[in-house]
């Protein structure tokens, strides 16, 4: 990667699989928020390393639901 190019910032979360949990609110991919998702290339670095930190406790809120968001869930 050319070094004009690097920039100094954490990953986006993404997955590719961007699907918002219609009960939980949250990505089933990433498990960021819409409006995170939609903010993010904005976002200062301390605002995204505050939700990367965020979102493992987030991935519990979709644990024994199914991921689809179909009826029942």
Known sequence: ??????????????????????????????????????AWARMERAERLAIIAELPERAGLLKGKRKGGRKGD
């Open 1 to 38: 990667m050319d070094e004009i190019w690097k920039r100094n910032e954490p990953d986006s979360p993404c997955v590719k699989v961007c699907v918002i949990h219609p009960k939980a609110g949250i990505c089933i991919g990433c498990y960021r928020r819409n409006g995170e998702i939609a």
